[in-house]
T-cell receptor, first 112, second 112 residues
């Protein structure tokens, strides 16, 4: 079945540091890939997505590129802010599924 | 634009009491609707999804049930809550042709 493996946390960075959160996946066919962000006490918000190989999703300074050859969708940001502190979830959807398969989430804390 | 609302935001219920969480979506027709649970440790578990009125699939057998009395209304219920039902419950929706899933604000349930 489909699965998502993402980097174990927690991750603690200083403000303006470079962020990478690794995500790899296993899926049949050609899944769509997503990053969701969950701020403390809130629901999940879609951060970015990519629907085919070599697509780059981007939003709020975050980027992730759909790499079919390495089955990866790593999240990056060049300069993190304190307000980026949250839990980040990588997820995929396969064509025939009616649900998302989520990774376990990575807690990011950015210190001033 | 589409919006999703769920309520109540916070609920403290004794063991053995009933539960009703409600979710509504505005600005779209015939959406797919979902209930997820997020227990301590952040993992997301799909509980139910629905592709139409009275069409509900259960992903995890348990003492919870879901109903969809109207096109854009999704209700999560229990007749008798267990301590293990405590968690953060998230309603979500996607377009009928399905691509991206969007989440509500979440409901915190504490069973005491």
């Amino acid at each position: 079945g489909d699965s998502v493996t993402q980097m174990e946390g927690p991750v603690t960075l200083s403000e303006e540091a470079f962020l990478t959160i690794n995500c790899t996946y296993t899926a049949t066919g050609y899944p769509s890939l997503f990053w969701y962000v969950q701020y403390p006490g809130e629901g999940l918000q879609l951060l970015l997505k990519a629907t085919k190989a070599d697509d780059k999703g981007s939003n709020k300074g975050f980027e992730a590129t759909y790499r079919k050859e390495t089955t990866s969708f790593h999240l990056e940001k060049g300069s993190v802010q304190v307000s980026d502190s949250a839990v980040y979830f990588c997820a995929l959807s396969s064509g025939s599924a009616r649900q998302l398969t989520f990774g376990s989430g990575t807690q990011l804390t950015v210190l001033p | 634009s589409q919006t999703i609302h769920q309520w109540p935001a916070t609920l403290v219920q004794p063991v053995g009491s009933p539960l009703s969480l409600e979710c509504t979506v505005e600005g779209t027709s015939n959406p797919n609707l979902y209930w997820y649970r997020q227990a301590a440790g952040r993992g997301l578990q799909l509980l139910f999804y629905s592709i139409g009125i009275d069409q509900i699939s259960s992903e995890v057998p348990q003492n919870l049930s879901a109903s969809r009395p109207q096109d854009r209304q999704f209700i999560l219920s229990s007749k008798k809550l267990l301590l293990s039902d405590s968690g953060f419950y998230l309603c979500a929706w996607s377009e009928w042709k399905w691509d991206t899933i969007y989440f509500g604000e979440g409901s915190w349930l504490t069973v005491v």
